[in-house]
């Protein structure tokens, strides 16, 4: 693709204003994680997590970075690119998505206890949304346990209190205009088999369930009432 039809991707539209803005400025760099590599243990080991942030994150980085030095966009958001994705190169796809998703994806877990206690309003869009706090782990169990191959399973916001669940392949995301799932999401989980394997081997299932032991729900909260930062 050409760099002007970049250009005129970024210049021509309204970027959507209400987007998490999560991973800076291009060029891109690899922020440290909220915790420690060993605070999420036992659900995801220190060995792990040290090696899906040191490793995995920043080869997403690094080639995102790559990726957009042959075009002529500079200093832009990573929302915006992710915006009009179908204006760039498939790397910038795939690894902006690789960078976006994980930033994310640490940001919704905590090994902070006050943050992990699910809030009123929470509960209420659950409730809503899925009929009980159960019922919807048990939703985002299934829907995570189904899914083939690599991918993201995504909480998302239709409305104030309307949430529903959905996977995406790959490190495709709901903020890409080529991606089917399109929406706020408020919640995210990696399904790559690098977020779990070395401890829970091939039972995503599993992981899905002891996920929910450390998401932070404050944020999730905050996310949910339109507090995206
Ligand atoms: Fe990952």
Redesign the pocket.
């Known amino acids: 693709m050409a760099s002007m039809s970049i250009a005129e991707a970024l210049g021509g539209k309204n970027v959507q204003q209400a987007l998490i803005a999560a991973s800076g400025h291009e060029p891109f760099h690899l922020g440290p994680l909220p915790y420690a590599y060993d605070a999420l243990e036992p659900v995801i080991d220190r060995e792990t997590l040290k090696w899906?942030h040191d490793v995995?994150h920043r080869c997403y980085v690094d080639r995102l970075n790559e990726a957009l030095a042959s075009t002529s966009v500079r200093g832009r958001t990573l929302e915006e690119i992710l915006s009009h994705v179908s204006a760039f190169p498939q790397a910038v796809r795939d690894h902006g998505g690789g960078h976006w998703n994980?930033t994310f994806f640490w940001s919704v877990m905590t090994d902070c206890k006050e943050d992990q206690e699910i809030s009123p309003e929470l509960l209420k869009a659950f409730e809503k949304s899925f009929g009980s706090l159960d019922a919807f782990k048990a939703e985002f169990v299934r829907v995570g346990s189904q899914h083939v191959g690599s991918g993201w399973l995504w909480l998302i916001k239709d409305g104030p209190e309307r949430l529903h669940l959905a996977t995406t392949l790959n490190h495709d995301n709901p903020l890409m205009d080529v991606c089917a799932v399109r929406g706020q999401p408020i919640l995210v989980c990696?399904l790559?088999e690098?977020?779990y394997y070395l401890h829970f081997k091939a039972k995503r299932e599993d992981f899905l369930r002891q996920f929910f032991a450390l998401v932070n729900w404050t944020r999730v909260h905050k996310l949910l009432i339109g507090d995206y930062h």
Request: proline share 0%.
């Open positions: 899906h995995h994980h990696d790559w690098h977020a």
